[in-house]
DNA sequence: GTCTATATTTCGATAGAC
DNA sequence: GTCTATCGAAATATAGAC
């Protein structure tokens, strides 16, 4: 690949992390394509050249947030170098610092509004990129059942736990964005530990 | 108050309800006066008539949306013929009926998504009826510790643990609107019932 | 690959008759 | 209180020069 090629792919991944800021700030609906263009300190129609439209637009932009996040969930569930226990605690780490760091909890709303323009998105992402993150996260706990460490009754359920409050903090950062007492009314830390050692309590097995 | 006024609040009331599950469906920015009108059947220029703008007619659909569950939950926790566990569990029972079957739980992806156009929705609502509905939910849960049964380390994780998994599980719903493996994909009662359960462990006093 | 200019539709909101 | 008609702005998308 030439110079050219990687500037364009480059180019590209620009485009696409800058729509997805976007787009996390002001919903699928309220971002314009201009808006998109201005951001980038380009004109609109040379965004067209890059997308054919604001939904595949979109869809970069789901596929930039999500595939990332599954190759890291799996890369830490492949270290042996750490024990079972230490190995969750850090991809709960690790899902925290990408949701909240990049706001990227907002992609899930943002997919359910979408849903209502674009049918086929919805159901590709809650079968597809999600399931990878959910299946990533799983392998690791099932690495603690067979050694004996964990037990999970009801595993649809750990996943709403797991994702359910990550996803609800990072919607809660976007409502308090505007406000100057964000930090006293969603201490983020707090919420992050006491999340994560409830989840640990709750698959710990007992005996 | 006579005839005329008990339909005006039945006219408005009507209007909110439709208005709520319009911006439900499609987002705020992405439901626009005219499909609310449509919905209605009356035109654009009769909906003015009863609201000034969009701004205020969203906030009426959340005003509606969170102010009757608060009651709700508060006449649950005022309950005594119930234990505390069982009046916990009919609380968290009522909030699932209510965030599922009108699809509540897709309100806080909307306020979310419209504090970046309305400055003063996110905190409002965030420190306002949303800390009405933790308080009622945490006011059982303090019945429970002061009775001994119940102990609880970070009150406010607990909260984002309530609430997380139910709004991500309304949020899914509208994801997978589309989808004819929806049932399949995500077992609401399958969920809810883990969910209940694993609160209800990580709560309960032991020794 | 980026630009100016424009086509077409839809948006929130209003005027005024009835 | 509901309607028809309309305004100005902003939306997605395209045409075509450079």
Chains 1, 2 share one sequence.
Not at 84 to 112: F, K
Not at 182 to 206: C, F, N, W, Y
């Amino acid at each position: 690949m030439g110079v050219e090629g990687e500037q364009t792919v480059t180019r590209r991944r620009e485009i696409v992390l800058t729509s997805a800021a976007e787009f996390i700030r002001s919903g699928y609906a309220g971002t314009s394509m201009s808006a998109i263009a201005r951001a980038l300190g380009m004109q609109k129609a040379s965004l067209y050249h890059h997308f054919p439209g604001k939904e595949d637009l979109f869809v970069a932009c789901i596929d930039e947030a999500f595939s990332g996040t599954h190759h890291r969930l799996e890369a830490i569930a492949a270290d042996r170098g750490m024990t079972v226990r230490d190995r969750l605690n850090t991809a709960l780490d690790e899902l925290y610092d990408i949701y909240l760091g990049r706001e990227m909890g907002m992609m899930p709303a943002l997919i359910a509004e979408a849903a209502a323009r674009i049918p086929s998105i919805g159901e590709q992402f809650f079968d597809g990129l999600f399931a990878q993150q959910d299946a990533a996260i799983m392998a690791i706990i099932d690495q603690g059942i067979a050694a004996g460490d964990f037990a999970v009754d009801n595993r649809k359920a750990l996943v709403h736990m797991i994702f359910g409050p990550i996803v609800m903090a990072s919607m809660s950062v976007q409502m308090l964005s505007g406000s100057t007492r964000a930090d006293s009314l969603l201490p983020l830390d707090e919420v992050r530990q006491g999340h994560k050692q409830m989840l640990m309590a709750a698959i710990t097995r007992r005996g």
